[in-house]
């Protein structure tokens, strides 16, 4: 978080692994402590975050509520892990 509250990019995109949300399978519970963990950082100063890891290609946003940030702005989340395989979505 400091390193990016610290950056004085004109854009602040964030790369990481694992998704934050995903339609695409088993990891839900490790989605949800990953959002506990990195959205109110990525709410408070990036503009977007790219994943990978699940085999689907996604695009979300995420409200930032709930984060504890004052009239927080929607964070676009992006997963992009199709390039070996695609898988099928869950219908949830």
């Known amino acids: 978080e400091q390193s990016l509250a610290a950056s004085t990019a004109k854009w602040k995109i964030v790369l990481g692994h694992h998704p934050l949300w995903s339609g695409g399978g ?3 519970e ?3 402590v990953l959002r506990r963990l990195l959205l109110p950082a990525l709410c408070r100063h990036a503009d977007a975050y ?4 699940d085999h689907v290609l996604e695009a979300y946003t995420d409200s930032c509520a709930g984060t504890g940030i004052a009239n927080p702005r929607p964070l676009p989340l992006i997963v992009s892990g199709a390039g070996g395989k695609q898988r099928a979505l869950h219908a949830r």
């Open 26 to 28: 088993s990891k839900h």
């Open 30 to 32: 490790k989605a949800r």
């Open 50 to 53: 790219f994943s990978g890891d």
